[in-house]
């Protein structure tokens, strides 16, 4: 019988050098060499480190009357906990949106 190993998290604490592509390409490649998170590419854990400080530093830039909708409060506090990242990643259509903040530019 095949012994399953358990499912790895993390979190990393929100700061302001995860605003920082450099930074968080350094953080994925940390996180790979050390094998603290499994089955994600140096790019999708650079893009995914990178989007949660980006919405993160850039929520004030949302119209009031919209941060008080349930999707926005929502999304903002999905992020202000830091970066939750998992074994393999989140779902592909979270990925895509993640490679999208990647190439806006920073506010």
Known sequence: MREEMAK???NIPMNRELYSRAYCKEMAEKITR????????????SCEIFAHAYIYYNFRFVPKFLQGVKLFKSLYRSVANGVDLEDNGDKW???IAYRFIWVLPAL
């Open 34 to 45: 050390e094998e603290m998170i499994t089955g994600m590419t140096l790019s999708q854990l």
């Open 8 to 10: 790895k998290y993390m």
């Open 93 to 95: 259509y979270r990925r």
